[in-house]
């Protein structure tokens, strides 16, 4: 197995605490099946509440981050980065200490060692997210702490009450509504034991039997390599949780072979970037932000499982219709010597096994973080079933120190996210914006949506999908439920929306990657990426108008009629954007696909089957074309 070796200063102390950080996490869950009084040292070693489990694991997070990303690699900046390391640790522990039954900090504000220690976490999280995350994401965080402190010089459009800064500290430390509310405290939960989840199966080679088993699957058909990514993309994408680093990852793999077997560069890029960003979509893991629009909505994790099968395969559906078309009309071939499914399953069947169980316990609605520890303990065990995939010591502490380092960054996030969300609630700006979009929008569905997606674009630019999500969510979500919207379904669209930034110019972030393992020009691959992952906005349209969730009253009856009027959707906007499909589109038929599309998206059922008639006479035409260019003589 591949041992991993911190490439930072202080090596063996950044190996450290990265254990111990994913030990500690490990714990949490694991002591709290304990009746009281078993654990010893029980105020230390028992469950922590939330108010000291998310500042510890934020301080944690803090001080391995300060390490992981140094700020330079001199001598001085090393000693600096130690200082605020110091800092940090003697502001949590203040933190901690802190009276919150007390009333003396309501009535007089807070002690000024408090004060600063509530700054000294405030600042080292902004700079933390500078470095792991991005200035992007620095900078928003930033721009909200002074909105709050000086809203009241702004028009009166913006204008809110302006608060001291002690007041802002105290609001977005010394309370559950701001830096250590709930996005910090689902990222030190269920978000983190996934990510140490994924973590175990790359250490104990489960990730390469997915992949490989993707490969046997799918390899040989026509494009199979660009299919294959789009499998394995499926499989991986939710547990690595970025869609970036899936890009990275799986994509180093296949595009050189997407390449070899004669898809252009910039075609191979966008195949892998709208793969990677639909892992975060695919369940039964969906990446942080499903997690936390669990938390938001108040609905158990089993429950949007279910709400989101449907349309992810959907996506997934769209993507593979454009890689074979891509392929059909290239004339690619499958890749000749790909390894049989049954002899990928036999050598790595054993891994099937964890994934099977947190399918079934999430679909049991078991708590996510305690679904987390069983897939951690079942990869290991499963691993230490073959030989040939027997995990040692070594490779279990690179696993734990992995998942911790993936952590960082998705964490410090989701710290900043939650000074947004403490903002907006302190504030009151939600409700005005609220009614900006409500009065946009003109009472408009339609149009609220397009303001929502613009919204998401924007912000994606500069901020991870789970960061975008959540500002998102607190923003924009009560604007759709007012023009009539359900809360799930809402936050579903939302959390759909959320995912586009990766693959829509002028920045997606998805795309460059998947463009730098290509060598292929960055912009090329990002309009590659935003026509093969068009499903990120058709899909969440049509759970706004048609019953493609299992949520509410709508059944699967209901669900599967969506889907089909949804697939038939998808098909006439891939034929009118590539003009093929068995066979070349003639000219003379893409007005026909175009009004098929408009009937399909008009919320009317006579005209919606209207539109499915027709987009079955389109099928059926192009398909009679191809038998008989097929049985032409040369």
Known sequence: MSEVKPDVPYGGLVMLLGVALSIFQLWQPLVGFLPPGVVPFEAVLGLQPATYLRPTHLAWILC????????????????????????????????????????????YGLEPVD?????????????????????????????????????NYLPDVLATRGFSFERIVRFQVYTQAGLLGAPIGIAAGAVFMFVLF??????????????????????????????????ASAAMGSISGSAIANTVTTGSLTIPMMKQLGYKPEEAAGIEAAASTGG???????????????????????????????????????????????????????MRDTAAVWRVVREGAQFLLPLVLITLLLLQNYSPVLVGVAGCAAVVAASLIRKHTRVSFRDIADALYTGARLAVPISIACAV?????????????????????????????????????VAALVLGMGLPATAAYIVLAVMTGPALQELGLALITAHMIIFWLSQTSNVTPPIALAAFAGAGVAGARPMSAAVEAFKLANGLF????????????????????????????????????????ERYLF???????????????????????????????????????NFQASRRASIQPE
């Open 583 to 621: 066979t070349a589109m003639p000219k003379a038929w893409l007005p026909v696909c175009v009004i098929s599309v408009i009937l399909l998206l008009v919320p009317f059922g006579p005209v919606r089957w209207g539109g499915v008639l027709l987009a079955l006479v389109v099928l059926a035409f």
């Open 538 to 577: 058709v899909i969440p349209l049509m759970m706004a108008y048609s019953t493609l969730l299992l949520a509410g009253e709508n059944g699967w009856g209901d669900v599967l009629e969506a889907a089909g009027i949804t697939l038939a959707l998808i098909l006439m906007i891939a034929m009118t954007v």
């Open 417 to 453: 996210a939650g000074i947004v969300v403490g903002t907006i609630g302190q504030t009151g700006v939600g409700l005005q914006f609220t009614e900006s979009v409500v009065g946009l929008s003109d009472g408009r569905l339609w149009l609220a949506l397009v303001l929502v997606a």
């Open 280 to 334: 975060q979509i695919m369940p039964p893991i969906m990446g942080a932000g499903a997690f936390v629009m669990a938390e938001f909505t108040k609905t158990a994790y089993g429950d949007i499982v279910w709400m989101s099968l449907v349309p992810a395969l959907l996506y997934f559906t769209s993507v593979l219709l454009y890689v074979h078309i891509m392929a059909a009309k290239a004339g690619f071939t499958g």
């Open 198 to 231: 994924g973590a175990f199966l790359q250490v104990t080679g489960a990730g390469k039997f997915l992949i490989d088993l993707s490969f046997a699957a799918a390899g040989r058909f026509r494009g199979g390599p660009a299919k294959a990514s789009v499998l």
């Open 64 to 107: 391995l981050g300060y390490l992981i990303y140094p700020l330079g690699q001199g001598r001085a900046l090393r000693a600096l980065d130690l200082v605020v390391i110091g800092l940090v640790v003697i502001a949590a522990w203040r933190v901690l200490a802190f009276d919150y039954q007390g009333l003396d900090h309501l009535l």
């Open 115 to 151: 004060f600063v220690a509530g700054l000294v976490l405030l600042v080292a999280t902004l700079e933390l997210a500078r470095r792991a995350v991005g200035p992007v994401m620095m900078i928003i965080g930033l721009v909200f702490l002074l909105y709050g402190a000086f809203g």
